[in-house]
């Protein structure tokens, strides 16, 4: 709906993940929250992209849909399955990683 509606500005997403081990214990907390937010960021339909951080500087899981086949970038089901495998809560914390 909002981004139907005539306004100037385009936001976009970029939703970093702390996959680090300080992290476990509060996996389920994370998991929710990603998929709440991702769903609502969907429903929404604003563009958002989604990132790792930790021992592999900004791991993207999800890429701005910029440029590509629309199937190929879009979110869905099985792309939302993606990103929470890949959430493993195991790597070394390197906050800055998800900058580079």
């Known amino acids: 709906f909002f981004q ?3 306004h100037p500005y385009q936001f ?4 970093c ?3 680090s081990g300080s992290m476990a214990t509060k996996e389920q907390a994370v998991i929710e929250s990603v998929v709440v937010l991702l769903e609502v ?4 339909e604003f563009r958002f992209a989604v990132c ?3 021992k592999h500087p ?3 899981l999800l ?5 590509q086949s629309v199937e190929s970038q879009r979110f869905n089901v099985k792309k939302g399955q993606q990103i929470i495998q ?10 800055a990683s998800c900058l580079d």
């Open 63 to 67: 890429d701005f849909d910029r440029g």
């Open 52 to 54: 790792l951080w930790g």
């Open 41 to 44: 960021l969907r429903k929404l």
């Open 17 to 19: 993940v702390d996959n």
């Open 86 to 95: 890949s959430l493993t809560f195991d790597e070394p914390s390197e906050i």
């Open 12 to 15: 976009e997403f970029l939703i």
């Open 58 to 60: 900004g791991k993207l």
């Open 4 to 6: 139907r509606a005539k």
